[in-house]
């Protein structure tokens, strides 16, 4: 069953605010992961996390690997019209070698 | 030149039909998935092939089968197909069974009238 639990469910912002978005668990992941994916098109990794308490960016996007290992957030600073789409966040739980995707938040931007 | 291409794009089929989608990835990965999106956004992993074996077989009805002659293609057939089939199925494969970073294709739109 689906086991990560990711909001907000969508999102509506003018261009230029930033956005955040969280994913969390009951259980432990031991990696994390933020994808996108635009309409018509598969998902896009964005960024990968491997270590608890880490935090990657990638441009405009920063994301943490929580210290519990339970919850990872993702967040976009200065949205642009491209930045349109459904984020994921996806985990991989330890021993268990298959990904758990989140419900996706559907980020809107209005130019 | 596509990473992971998979074919057809689009497929609309009748009820009670067979069907078969491939996956090929030009990226040299070990393995390979296969996910089903339904209506509402949800990903879900059905299989998963590392070097051509079989690792993950989620709770996927048997009419679902997937073939992989070799670790460059994995492809999906489906028998007798139900109306609840009706989704979007992804191909992906990584480097790793277990790093997470996997490339998609560009799913493959499944209708059953």
């Known amino acids: 069953g689906q086991q990560l639990n990711q909001s907000p469910q969508s999102m509506f912002i003018q261009e230029g605010e930033d956005v955040s978005m969280n994913c969390t668990s009951s259980?432990?992941?031991?990696?994390w992961l933020w994808y996108k994916q635009d309409p018509g098109e598969g998902p896009v990794l964005l960024i990968a996390?491997?270590?608890?308490?880490e935090l990657t960016s990638n441009g405009r996007l920063t994301a943490q690997f929580g210290i519990t290992r339970k919850d990872s957030f993702l967040n976009i600073s200065a949205s642009i019209p491209s930045d349109v789409g459904i984020y994921f966040c996806?985990?991989?739980?330890?021993?268990?070698?298959?990904?758990?995707f989140g419900s996706g938040t559907k980020l809107n931007v209005k130019p | 030149d596509t990473a992971v291409s998979q074919t057809p794009k689009y497929l609309v089929t009748q009820m009670g039909n067979d069907k078969s989608i491939k996956c090929e990835q030009n990226?040299?990965?070990?393995?390979m998935y296969w996910y089903k999106q339904d209506s509402k956004k949800f990903l879900k992993i059905m299989f998963s092939?590392?070097?051509?074996?079989?690792?993950i077989n989620e709770t996927v009805p048997n009419r679902f089968s997937p073939k992989s002659p070799d670790k460059a293609h994995l492809n999906l057939h489906i028998n007798s197909l139900e109306l609840g089939d009706s989704a979007v199925y992804f191909c992906?494969?990584?480097?790793?069974?277990?790093?997470?970073?996997?490339?998609f294709g560009q799913g493959t739109r499944l209708t059953v009238v």
């Open positions: 992906a494969s990584s480097q790793e069974q277990s790093n997470g970073e996997a490339f």
């Open positions: 259980s432990i992941f031991n990696t």
């Open positions: 996390l491997y270590k608890a308490g």
């Open positions: 996806a985990g991989i739980r330890y021993n268990f070698n298959k990904f758990y």
């Open positions: 990226l040299g990965h070990d393995t």
């Open positions: 092939y590392n070097n051509k074996e079989l690792i």
